[in-house]
């Protein structure tokens, strides 16, 4: 009986899983691959960077003051004769950890909030989308930077006023999802024998929607990144000695016009982490979802 | 229709309310009063003061004096410039920042159509992937890197173009319009490209083909009305992020706008000066997020049913 199962199963096509299917597709997609790439390329390297950096994060040569890029200096030194190539790796490590702790954040609030109101329905769900709907129209970046200046620079704060904003899409399009996934015979079945509610949600139907998390989270990290570049550009974000991309590109600005590559590399560094993230979530959502058309 | 309107209308009433209230408790939560400064004041000047502004009287009395006072339209006094008022500072500020953002918009919604329907109209060609690429460089590249660089390029290396000012000199406003309408322009471009795709599949489109129209009536007639809805949605958010740009954008170029008042308000901790702008900058978000659903509603009436529901 076991042999002609076996033999039986032999013969049966190979089982291709959904995240087989889906890492097929996404391998041929070149541009999304790059962009994988280069994002375990510069987050092993901020990773890394207290080991391998090549000077001292504060390490200054005034006597060198701000340098072109020379073999010492790949990416020249800035007006305190600080290696750039090394700020502008401890800058990323501050930048990469914002964009990916304020969009954790985001993922657990939106997540737990879309589920229970996909689930609830009813009155519990149209009160809670409601709320969403309304905070929707709220200006938040303008509260932001009144919670940036009214309660000090204050990088958890920066991590929780990010998150904040950015749960309300995540929780959309969990409700949604759980929503329709309520309606499935499984779902009835796991009711029928009397699971309990957050059981059926932890287990049964947040799988079953992490496609489109994972999607819209690598959609959502590069423009909190740009969030905090944008609020330490302004001077409201990451305060030194610590620093950041966006804080980076803002002394840049300031010398630009003497010393370019101080504006430039940190700028490189930025765009191209930035353009990676969104190669990889639009190939992400080709590859989870084909039906979805690229926009 | 008209119960569309005037549901999204009230709608928008307790989310004003709401940002106004939020904003005034946040700013009066805030530690450190308005005066605190070096300077050590004497207690009975620090009294007369708080007098003076109306900051000795109950929270709540101060907040429904505020209220009472904004639908009057006023705004109070600036803390940092003596003698001057919120209204008359955001007044001044208010029609630079228009023309700017005006400017940007045209920008956005003009480059951005443009280019996204004719990255539409032959798909996954040269003609799609060129239009798509530049408006991926223009989602990543923010415009506080933007800004500069073109600065950097077309006024200090080029000598074409003015570094900063407004009005002051001729084509100082090019620069900064480039710079805030750009990721407008890239974000309208995908819009309205993935809006187009969209419709010409639809049946309709077909059937407008089959009785023999010619293209260019099909597409300008029948496929653009449909394609740039999602445009004309994105449009109230673009205006929150073209105001909150516009911030970035008249601090690089040093125009005496809004967006510049706000942030040094917001370094002087001008509280009122905070508040009152916040107040008017949310409040006119909301109504233009309002109205761009107005809009949409009107163009697509499956919108308006869809919220009737409700």
């Known amino acids: 009986m076991s042999t002609v199962s076996a033999s039986i199963q032999e013969q049966m096509p190979k089982g291709v899983s959904l995240w087989d299917d889906a890492w097929t597709r996404l391998k041929k997609n070149k541009l999304a691959m790059f962009g994988l790439g280069f994002l375990l390329f510069v987050g092993v390297i901020c990773l890394l960077t207290p080991w391998i950096a090549p000077y001292g994060y504060e390490a200054q040569n005034l006597r060198l003051g701000a340098s072109p890029p020379s073999a010492e200096h790949w990416l020249g030194t800035d007006t305190f004769g600080r290696d750039m190539l090394t700020r502008i790796m401890y800058g990323g490590r501050v930048s990469l950890m914002v964009g990916f702790i304020a969009t954790a954040v985001a993922l657990v609030i939106g997540v737990t909030y879309g589920a229970v109101a996909g689930y609830a329905g009813g009155k519990v769900d149209a009160v809670m989308m409601r709320l969403v709907d309304i905070m929707y129209a709220l200006p938040f ?18 991590f929780l006023a990010i998150g904040a904003v950015e749960w309300l899409t995540m929780a959309r399009i969990v409700r949604g999802q759980v929503q329709s996934l309520r309606q499935m015979e499984y779902v009835e079945a796991a009711i029928s024998i009397g699971q309990a509610p957050s059981r059926i949600i932890a287990k049964h139907l947040l799988p079953n929607v992490l496609g489109p998390v994972i999607v819209y989270t690598t959609l959502t990290i590069p423009s909190v990144m740009l969030l905090e570049a944008f609020l330490s550009f302004l001077g409201l974000g990451i305060q030194p000695p610590q620093s950041s991309w966006g804080l980076l590109i803002s002394y840049g600005v300031e010398t630009m016009e003497e010393y370019p590559w101080l504006l430039i590399f940190p700028g490189l560094a930025l765009t191209l982490t930035l353009f990676a993230l969104n190669f990889l979530g639009d190939g992400l ?5 084909p039906k979805a058309s690229r926009d | 229709m008209f119960r569309f309107i005037a549901l999204r209308t009230l709608q928008a009433i307790p989310v004003i309310l709401a940002v ?42 101060q907040y429904f004096n505020y209220l009472a006072d904004l639908l009057k339209g006023d705004m109070g006094p600036s803390f940092k410039y003596p003698g001057r008022s919120v209204d008359e500072l955001i007044f001044q500020g208010l029609p630079v920042t228009a023309e700017l953002g005006f400017y940007a918009l045209i920008i956005a919604v003009l480059i951005g159509t443009l280019a996204g329907v004719f990255a539409a109209l032959k798909p996954n060609t040269a003609q799609d992937y060129v239009p798509m690429s530049l408006a991926m460089v223009g989602i990543c590249m923010p415009s506080f890197l933007l800004g500069p660089l073109l600065v950097l390029v077309f006024s200090m290396w080029a000598g074409w173009l003015p570094v900063s000012g407004w009005g002051a000199s001729p084509g100082d406003k090019i620069l900064p319009s480039i710079t805030l309408g750009t990721t407008y322009a890239a974000y309208i471009a995908r819009l309205s490209r993935s809006g187009m795709l969209e419709v010409m599949s639809q049946d309709y489109l077909r059937t407008a083909r089959a009785k023999g129209l010619p293209e260019h009536i099909v597409i300008f007639r029948h496929a653009l009305r449909g394609g740039l809805l999602p445009v004309i ?5 673009a205006f929150a992020g073209l105001l909150a740009g516009s911030f970035v954008v008249e601090t690089i170029f040093q125009i005496p706008g809004l967006g510049r008042f706000y942030v040094q308000a917001a ?20 109504l233009f997020n309002l109205l761009s659903d107005i809009v949409a509603a009107l163009l697509n009436p499956r919108l308006r049913y869809q919220f009737g529901s409700k």
Not at chain 1, 141 to 158: A, K, T
Not at chain 2, 35 to 51: G, I, N, Y
Request: charged share 10%; net charge negative.
């Open chain 1, 141 to 158: 970046m303008i509260f932001i930077i009144l919670l940036m200046v009214v309660f000090g620079r204050n990088l958890l704060l920066l």
């Open chain 1, 285 to 289: 959502r080709d590859a989870l979802d």
């Open chain 2, 20 to 61: 106004i209230t939020v904003t005034f408790f946040l700013v009066r939560a805030a530690p450190g009063g308005p005066f605190s400064t070096e300077k050590a004041v004497s207690p009975q000047v620090q009294a007369a003061l708080e007098a003076q502004y109306q900051l000795d009287l109950p929270m709540h009395q």
């Open chain 2, 233 to 237: 949605s994105f449009l109230g958010p």
């Open chain 2, 267 to 286: 370094f002087n901790r001008d509280y009122t000066m905070i508040l009152g702008t916040t107040a008017f900058l949310a409040t006119l978000i909301v």
